[in-house]
Every structure is written in C-alpha cells, then in structure tokens.
C-alpha cells in the first residue's frame, strides 16, 4: 500500500528526492513519514508530517538538510534530501499511521524500503 521510490547512488554534498504514493484504504486523514536503517545500526525516525502540513524532523541528523512535503490530492510524501552526507547512507522506509510522530510503533503502514547510498 505504499510505494517507496527515488532511491540511489550520489555524490557528498548531493541531492535527492524520495516519493512515497500510498493506496487503498488506510486511515482518514493519515500522518506519513520517513524511517532509516543503515548497516548495522537500528532504524531511526527521519521525519513525518501530518495531514495538514505540520513536520516534524530528527533534530540531530536531518533538520536543515532535508525537508518533508505532501500532496494530499495524490496520497503522497516526500522527502528532499540536500547537502547528502555518507553517514545518511541507508535503507529508507515510507511509513503511514494516525499520529505524525517518531515512534515506530505508531505507524501501522511500512514501504518495502528505497536504498540510498552518498559516496565520499
């Protein structure tokens, strides 16, 4: 029900766009975000916003680099991604749930995962 797209290879101090398009029935008025894995390190929260356009960022890796948008007529999130530093190299989860928040728990709906890899 979400497809994750967007993903791949770039340069440090590069740019990327991810997009996510959920379909079928989920929730009304769906919060959608953005979880991480990287190799050998636990998932972490990106970002998420609500239904009305309220986002709200892990302060310590992303905040200034990477900005979450969405497109309620198309049941999309994204995620702009600047300024790619090595460390952001992960596998990225599209996530939907009731509440915009940083608890993984919370979302109820997980993308298969988009790869993004910043070379130095």
């Known amino acids: 029900q979400l497809q994750a797209s967007g993903g791949g290879l770039v340069q440090a101090g590069g740019s990327l766009r991810l997009s996510c398009a959920a379909s079928?029935?989920?929730?009304?008025?769906?919060?959608m975000g953005w979880f991480r894995e990287a190799p050998g390190k636990e998932r972490e929260f990106v970002a998420a916003?609500?239904?009305?356009?309220?986002?709200?960022y892990d302060p310590d890796s992303v905040k200034g680099r990477f900005t979450i948008s969405r497109d309620n007529v198309k049941n999309t999130v994204y995620l702009q991604m600047n300024s790619l530093k090595p460390e952001d190299t992960a596998v990225y989860y599209c996530?939907?749930?009731?509440?915009?928040?940083?608890?993984?728990?919370?979302?109820?709906?997980w993308g298969q995962g988009t790869q993004v890899t910043v070379s130095s």
């Open positions: 996530v939907l749930g009731r509440l915009a928040t940083d608890y993984a728990a919370d979302y109820d709906y």
């Open positions: 079928g029935r989920t929730f009304s008025r769906p919060a």
């Open positions: 916003i609500d239904w009305s356009g309220d986002s709200l």
